[in-house]
């Protein structure tokens, strides 16, 4: 990855006394796939128009190669944009949606239909050109709002919960032909979506939002495994959050058990928060055999996995992933490995 | 953007101030006064023309406008739901063509239309003729009150057949099925599932019928001949012929007021009708 | 049976409407001056009513105030459409309020009440006072025409106009313009039938100088009638019924156009 394309300095953007995006700083290279992470009303949208040129912001500046972006037009930035619900014009055929940037380009005829037909064979709708935009399906109607934007050879595309209104079979298909578009023309992509598991798939970087403020940025990988707090342990996937105590390095310790565990570096006695995701506690059917001793209450088949609640006898629940399903009532051992412990700072409660 | 598109509605904003708003406030003001209209300094304020609205015979002409509109509602309501229930139960294919040959008439100018019905009813019209022809008593009720209900029954009647025919084509087709499967029969299917489904457009077929109904001087004053003044009526000579433009507006501020209290009763039924439904589902 | 019943019912029904209609036409090609007699076929009154120069002026001031009104309601209330589409909650629910207010009134009330501020600004009644009367009521017509489908549109596709490059005008001429342009011609329909067939209203503000077909109508109808009336409502009628067959064949969507 190259050179710094988009910058984000100090953003920040209210409507009326709400601060939707608060003090944001942002890097993005070229070529990258950036995700947007966050739930409704987090700011990532708002963050995403800014970018665009469709909101303006309060304070802070937004730099694209170097240069200030902030008193630019949206019609003047090399920049284009896949809407939510996609925003086609009804009243145009499948051509003149996507021929509608270059012919405001004023470029010539001849052109502008090669570069449309490339881009119908990019999106795979080659021979839909008549085709009028609200007869086609919700996937193809995706389609054509990419090429629309793609065919003006922006240098970043961002996409504002571009899968949303899809189903879940046309989603995942989707993901995978977006990722590819986006490793073939190499273009910086800004992602924007709540969707944690689409974030994971396809980012370079993803960026978790909360409350209009940035809290981690990562990739996937260290975002899942390394979530820097409770929010973004508790939003990306699914994890058992406890609050404990540091009682030396290495050495944590909640209700009446003390773990070991690979983090150093907090204070003696600093109150912490740990998570340990599902998948990592491993049972034992030797209670005396594990770390933690518990009663299993419930068993839900999920496909993959089952989904266990285990009690512990100091009555904490604790949500385990297994392939094997221990019977309801069973009284077991849990298991969690040093490096399966993330410890981060205690932050505010949820 | 938003601000900025914001300022289109701005000229219209001073238009609608200048030849809505101010309008009705003018006849709102010479309602509550008296004098010389030309000469605006010397009017003073004043409940006369209120006073006078009060009277036995001009409360007669208020009273008798609000029973011919509503007896007329009533039979449109009572002609028109059939109507627009068979029209709605058609085949497709022949459904709008129905609807259209319904809807033609109206769009002949409706002086015409009352106009053709003068010289259906008039003494020496053709019916008449075609009574005495085969030696039945003569039909002698233009002018009159009958004449007026005919002609607003014949005005107005697609008005009410269109809401509750729209109303009535948009219901589910399995709704209907639901209720026969559940062990309705058609009575039951017609009382308890369609009759509530349709109160929307029962509701707007009343209002478009009931309002012009109200307020027309053109039937009352062509089939009618002036026998039984309506408010309409009275209006239009205060205006154009007694000057009395105080009395006037004060005919026209009750005639309004009466209309937006009916108009929000039926609001207010229609949307009972729609919470009761929504509970029911 | 209950389908015999049904279809005298709907045949009676339909006498009723068209009567009234069918004798006009036949007795507009009647020789007889009286209105119960059939005296013989002609085409008098046809020729009549081309000579009679009262009814060739009421027919061009019910045009020119259908076309103008049509023309001048269609711009400006496409214009405050947009506009108030693009006002707050408070705002937009007012304007729609005051909007309503002729659409709701009695055709006499806002009558007599335009009629009421042209006496008190001593503005002479005449043809300019019955164009301003007519874009009065035909505009909130219009707006409620526009502003649905200003409403329906993806509230993102201006944006996504000039996201491609369209300078803000561009992007109205070119793409919302285009997208609200059923609301439009249905708004533009309904304000010249609703101009063509307005009578009350312009009784209150023609004064003497600009009489239009209804007025003429009302004040013929009013002084004993002339068989010339049946002609001329045998042309509108047929010239309607024309326009409609035109316009229901055009439109796949007839019936809404109709409405």
Redesign the interface.
């Known amino acids: 990855m190259g050179r710094n394309i988009i910058e984000l300095k100090n953003l920040t953007k209210r409507f009326g006394d709400v601060t939707v995006v608060n003090n944001i700083n942002l890097t993005i290279k070229e070529n990258e796939f950036v995700t947007l992470l966050g739930p409704s009303g987090c700011g990532k949208t708002t963050t995403l128009r800014m970018i665009g040129g469709f909101e303006e912001p309060d304070e802070g500046q937004i730099f694209f190669e170097g240069k200030l972006l902030n008193p630019i037009p949206a019609y003047k930035r090399n920049i284009n944009t896949v809407f939510q619900r996609y925003a086609l014009f009804t009243h145009m055929n499948v051509f003149e949606n996507i021929a509608f940037g270059l012919r405001i380009k004023k470029i010539p005829k001849d052109e502008i239909e090669k570069r449309v037909k490339r881009m119908l064979k990019l999106v795979d709708l080659e021979g839909f050109e008549k085709r009028n935009v609200d007869s086609l399906s919700g996937g193809q109607q995706q389609r054509v709002a990419i090429a629309r934007a793609l065919v003006n050879e922006p240098k970043v595309l961002l996409l504002d919960e571009p899968l949303g209104a899809l189903d879940l079979k046309l989603r995942k298909e989707m993901q995978i032909e977006l990722l590819d578009m986006q490793r073939s023309i190499g273009i910086t992509f800004i992602y924007v979506t709540h969707d944690q598991e689409e974030a994971l798939t396809m980012s370079d970087t993803v960026v978790v939002m909360n409350n209009g403020v940035i809290q981690q940025v990562g990739t996937p990988q260290d975002i899942y495994n390394e979530p820097i707090n409770r929010f973004v342990a508790d939003f990306i996937g699914e994890s058992n959050i406890i609050e404990a105590v540091m009682l030396e390095d290495y050495k944590v310790a909640f209700d009446d058990v003390v773990l070991d565990c690979v983090d150093k570096g907090f204070a003696k006695n600093e109150p912490v928060d740990i998570v340990i995701r599902p998948e990592d506690i491993r049972i034992v059917t030797n209670p005396d055999e594990g770390m933690i001793k518990g009663t299993v209450k419930s068993v839900i088949f999920k496909g993959v996995h089952y989904e266990m609640m285990i009690e512990s006898d100091t009555g904490r629940e604790y949500m385990v992933h297994r392939t094997i399903a221990f019977p309801v009532g069973s009284y077991v051992g849990m298991n969690v490995q040093p490096f399966d412990i993330q410890v981060m700072k205690r932050g505010d409660p949820l | 953007?938003?601000?900025?598109?914001?300022?289109?509605?701005?000229?219209?904003?001073v238009?609608?101030v200048i030849?809505?708003?101010?309008?009705?406030f003018?006849?709102l003001f010479?309602s509550f006064t008296k004098g010389d209209i030309h000469d605006?300094g010397s009017l003073e304020f004043s409940v006369e023309s209120y006073k006078k609205v009060a009277e036995p015979l001009y409360l007669k002409v208020i009273g008798d406008s609000f029973l011919l509109a509503f007896i007329s509602t009533a039979i449109c309501l009572v002609?028109g739901y059939?109507?627009a229930l068979?029209i709605a139960n058609t085949d497709q294919k022949y459904r709008?063509l129905l609807?259209?040959?319904?809807?033609?008439?109206i769009?002949?100018?409706?002086?015409?239309?009352?106009?053709?019905?003068?010289?259906?009813l008039?003494p020496?019209?053709?019916i008449?003729?075609f009574l005495t022809a085969i030696g039945l008593p003569r039909l002698e009720i233009m002018p009159g009150n009958a004449a007026v209900l005919l002609g607003m029954v014949?005005n107005f009647?697609p008005f009410m057949v269109?809401p509750i025919y729209?109303v009535l084509s948009k219901i589910d087709k399995q709704v209907l099925e639901a209720s026969s499967d559940l062990g309705g029969n058609k009575v039951v299917t017609f009382t308890r599932v369609i009759l509530p489904l349709s109160i929307p457009g029962v509701v707007s077929g009343i209002t478009m019928v009931f309002?012009?109904a109200?307020?027309t001087?053109?039937i009352s004053?062509?089939l009618g001949g002036g026998k039984t003044p309506l408010i309409?009526d009275m209006?239009?000579q205060q205006?154009?012929f007694a000057r009395n433009?105080h009395f006037?507006?004060s005919l026209?501020i009750i005639?309004?007021v009466m209309?937006?209290i009916s108009?929000a009763v039926m609001s207010r039924i229609d949307k009972n009708n729609q919470e009761e439904g929504g509970k029911a589902r | 049976m209950k389908k015999a019943v049904k279809r005298i019912y709907m045949g009676i029904i339909f006498l009723f409407l068209y009567a009234p209609i069918i004798v006009l036409i036949v007795f507009s090609f009647n020789k007889s001056k009286s209105r119960g007699q059939w005296g013989g076929f002609t085409l008098d009154w046809y020729v009549d009513l081309f000579k009679d120069r009262q009814i060739r002026e009421a027919l061009y001031f019910t045009l020119l105030v259908a076309v103008l009104s049509t023309l001048i309601s269609t711009i400006v209330g496409t214009i405050a459409a947009l506009g108030i589409n693009n006002m707050g909650k408070f705002s937009r629910s007012v304007i729609l309020n005051i909007n309503n207010l002729p659409v709701l009134n009695p055709d006499i009330v806002t009558g007599v009440a335009l009629m009421t501020l042209f006496i008190s600004v001593k503005i002479e009644l005449g043809f300019v006072t019955m164009l301003i009367a007519h874009i009065v009521f035909s505009i909130p017509y219009v707006i409620l025409a526009v502003l649905p489908k200003l409403r329906q549109m993806n509230k993102h596709i201006a944006e996504a106009a000039m996201d491609l490059g369209a300078t803000p005008s561009y992007a109205l001429r070119k793409v919302i313009i285009p997208e609200i342009a059923p609301g439009i011609i249905s708004g533009a329909l309904m304000a010249f039938t609703l101009s063509i067939d307005d009578f009350v209203i312009s009784f209150f503000t023609a004064g003497t100088s600009a009489t239009n077909l209804s007025i003429l109508i009302y004040s013929m109808a009013k002084r004993g009638v002339k068989p010339t009336i049946n002609a001329l409502s045998t042309l509108m009628f047929t010239v309607v019924l024309i326009l409609m067959l035109i316009i229901n064949k055009k439109s796949e969507k007839g019936e809404e156009i109709l409405l």
């Open positions: 953007m938003k601000k900025t598109l914001r300022i289109l509605a701005y000229p219209y904003v238009w609608m030849f809505i708003v101010v309008p009705l003018l006849i010479y605006i002609l059939p109507v068979i709008s609807m259209m040959l319904f809807l033609v008439p769009w002949m100018n409706f002086l015409l239309r009352t106009y053709a019905w003068m010289s259906l008039s020496n019209g053709l008449n003729r014949y009647l269109l729209t309002l012009p109200v307020s001087f053109v004053g062509l309409g209006i239009e205006f154009l433009w006037g507006s026209s005639l309004m209309i937006l108009m």
